[in-house]
Nanobody, 112 residues
Framework: QVQLVESGGGLVQPGGSLRLSCAAS?????MGWYRQAPGKERELVAT???????NYADSVKGRFTISRDNAKSTMYLQMNSLKPEDTAVYYC?????????WGQGTQVTVSS
């Protein structure tokens, strides 16, 4: 079993920044961030692939940065230049064969 705990969400004005954290109960190579806005399907935001490369959704490229601290088994998502359309519940995701694991989610609201 793997536990994933997100933190760092909140209310921020357009153009502001937030940093999300995902603390894992063990070290994991393949991890990422997804988000789900009201009435929409869950979508990929940013991920680490199994070989350590990063992958971003087009909508967040240049604004969001995924990173991790392996010593702390923690992954981060630095979100800059936030827009109202970034409002969603953000989920931490991990893949350990043969299944995916999800955190409980953290709400990010971008509004003036």
């Amino acid at each position: 079993q793997v536990q994933l705990v997100e933190s760092g969400g909140g209310l921020v004005q357009p153009g502001g920044s937030l940093r999300l954290s995902c603390a894992a109960s063990r070290s994991i190579n393949t991890m990422g961030w997804y988000r789900q806005a009201p009435g929409k399907e869950r979508e990929l935001v940013a991920t680490f692939t199994s070989n350590g490369l990063t992958n971003y959704a087009d909508s967040v490229k240049g604004r969001f940065t995924i990173s991790r601290d392996n010593a702390k088994s923690t992954m981060y998502l630095q979100m800059n230049s936030l827009k109202p359309e970034d409002t969603a519940v953000y989920y931490c995701n991990a893949y350990i064969w043969p299944r995916f694991y999800w955190g409980q989610g953290t709400q990010v609201t971008v509004s003036s």
